[in-house]
């Protein structure tokens, strides 16, 4: 009789854990857990290579991830705000995260014409750059966050024309990387422009031809980073997929292809060579998807499957 009831136990403990539609790692996650989260983050694939989650900032406000990078010692993520499936733009703002103890330290907001703000990337000496689909701003990011908004921290911005768009952003060292996240695979490109736009083209646009060079990149784009060694990553994704690319820089072509969990953002590498990124799944906006992981995510990048 023991013995069959501990066998029931067993199956019904079973049941449980194949049904539970979330992981049940929720007290290592670092951070405040949005209030809207009942349980843990979803159990996602290529969770092996996972070393650390932070809760993202901003989900209770409506704000939905969208650029990362990692600057001294803290991810910088932006977001716009947004609770509405039907509406893909709002007041957008950069949110400061310590890096080890997952703690919210800062934030400021962007400026009006921002709607989406898509790409971030630290260029170094306290220089951010931000993007949306048709511009970048160049952003003192001490004097943002010490004043709360770029009013008196932009160092120079710029419009894209033509075929350029910033869905992302990154920089190599030597130029800045943008592209565009397209359905239509004709007109997902990537361009690599000079650094010095910021300089030579201030409040003016440009357009391709200022490129220095281009490939064709994977459809529905999301995030680019460039790792010490100088190969890209990119991210793709959707309500129904994610992936993570390793891209020669040089042509385009794609080296290696990992899933990732859907809606997957902008990735960053830190000192330590491991690669942050952020899933907008789960933020009120996007609560009803299949996962629920409003989360900064760190990868060992050589534990991918």
């Known amino acids: 009789m023991i013995n069959q009831i501990t066998k029931l136990v067993t199956i019904i403990c079973s049941f449980v854990m194949i ?3 979330f992981s049940t790692m929720a007290a290592d996650v670092l951070g405040k857990k949005p209030s809207h989260v009942w349980g843990g983050p979803s159990s ?8 650390k989650l932070i809760w993202a900032p901003g989900i209770d406000d ?3 991830p969208q650029g990362l990078t990692v600057a001294e010692g803290s991810i910088l993520v932006s977001g716009y705000k947004s609770s509405d499936p039907k509406v893909d733009r709002g007041p957008c703002r950069v949110f ?5 103890r997952g703690e919210y330290t800062g934030q400021f907001d962007l400026p009006e014409e921002f709607g989406h703000a898509g790409g971030l990337v630290y260029v170094g000496q306290g220089v951010l750059v931000a993007s949306d689909t048709r511009r970048l701003y160049k952003i003192d990011i001490n004097k943002a966050f010490q004043d709360g908004d770029t009013k008196n921290a932009q160092l120079g911005a710029v419009r894209l024309g033509g075929e350029l768009k910033a ?4 920089f190599d060292g030597t ?9 239509d695979p004709s007109k997902a490109q990537g361009f690599f422009l000079p650094v010095s736009i910021f300089e030579t083209h201030n409040g003016k646009t440009v357009k391709e031809d200022i490129a220095l060079k281009s490939f064709p ?20 994704s959707s309500s129904k997929h994610g992936k993570l690319q390793k891209v020669d820089p040089i042509s385009g072509k794609v080296l290696a292809q990992y899933e990732m969990v859907i809606g997957i953002e902008d990735i960053g590498f830190d000192e330590d060579g491991r690669l942050w990124s952020v899933s907008e799944a789960g933020s009120l906006r996007w609560s009803k998807w299949s996962k629920t992981f409003p989360v900064l995510f760190q990868m060992d990048v050589s534990k991918l499957k």
């Open 19 to 21: 049904s539970l539609p």
């Open 217 to 236: 990149i994977a459809v529905e784009a999301n995030g680019a980073a460039f790792d010490k060694q100088g190969n890209l990553w990119m991210t793709f």
């Open 175 to 183: 130029s800045i990387f943008v592209g565009s996240s397209e359905k």
């Open 44 to 51: 996602v694939v290529n969770d092996q290579a996972l070393t």
């Open 96 to 100: 400061k995260v310590d890096v080890n």
């Open 167 to 170: 869905s992302f952003v990154d």
């Open 62 to 64: 409506g704000y939905v």
